[in-house]
């Protein structure tokens, strides 16, 4: 094998690798974040475009050499050399059209697995942001929602303090810092409950912004689910090949 078939054949089975470890499960979505978005890892970024049509290009135009070659070996000129009568030279045919083919599959194989691998390592990434802010969503909300309820608490207090301070200014002579008292304590009741209705609107934003981040997680985890899928057909007829 020369020398660029074997970095190919070197390539499709790093390409077959970092697929398997995609795959794995107790590697989560954030830490391959974390991975992507190290120092080295920034810095192939930079020119990942530029990487990828250049390794594209490169596998493409094996591909072709490969297809050249196995239509011209399929052909077996006889009038070169009498097959049936020099068995080693028809050996030899076999050897080039084998070696065609196998260059076809290895060529092939690398262009179709260097698209899943930049498609799945786009959406682990996706998947990770969405997580997070899934979790972001929830965080806000609880604490959206413990707000409220102690709003709520304060409220009823302070309506059971009005109550008990009206009981006990009915009985003295002192109208006016009755009525005072009141009117203050109706105004910070109204404050509340203007407070308890803004965060009884936010909470349902949040919510709805909740939903709406669930249903993108669970589309992502469909499609990431229906590339795994197809990583595992091409393995397995990679090694039905072999």
């Known amino acids: 094998m020369s020398l660029e078939w074997l970095s190919a054949a070197a390539f499709l089975y790093t390409e077959i690798g970092l697929g398997m470890l995609f795959c794995l499960g107790f590697i989560s979505n954030s830490r391959w974040q974390r991975i992507f978005n190290s120092r080295l890892l920034a810095m192939v ?3 990942g475009n530029f990487y990828f049509s250049a390794f594209v290009l490169i596998l493409f135009v094996l591909f072709l050499d490969s297809l050249h070659k196995l239509r011209k070996y399929s052909i ?3 009038s070169h050399a009498d097959l049936r009568n020099n068995p080693q030279a ?3 045919a076999h050897m080039k059209l084998f070696r065609a083919q196998r260059n076809i599959y290895i060529s092939g194989f690398s262009l179709f697995m260097l698209v899943i691998i ?3 390592a786009t959406l682990i990434s996706r998947l990770a942001t969405v997580e997070a802010s899934c979790e972001a969503a929830i965080k806000q909300a609880k604490g959206a ?10 409220n009823q207090q302070l309506k059971k303090s009005n109550r008990v301070q009206a009981a006990e200014s009915a009985s003295g002579d002192d109208i006016e810092g009755l009525k005072q008292r009141n009117a203050r304590l109706i105004a910070e009741l109204n404050e509340k409950d203007n407070e308890l209705k803004k965060m009884k609107n936010d909470l349902v934003a949040m919510k709805t912004q909740s939903e709406g981040l669930h249903k993108e997680y669970d589309r ?4 990431h689910s229906v590339l795994e899928k197809k990583l595992e057909r091409s393995n397995g007829e990679e090694k039905k090949d072999k």
Do not use: F, G, M, T
């Open 118 to 120: 930049r498609r799945l």
């Open 145 to 154: 929602s413990d707000q409220a309820d102690k709003l709520l608490q304060e």
């Open 220 to 223: 992502l985890l469909e499609e």
């Open 45 to 47: 970024k930079q020119y």
């Open 90 to 92: 028809e050996i030899q």
């Open 76 to 78: 077996v000129d006889a």
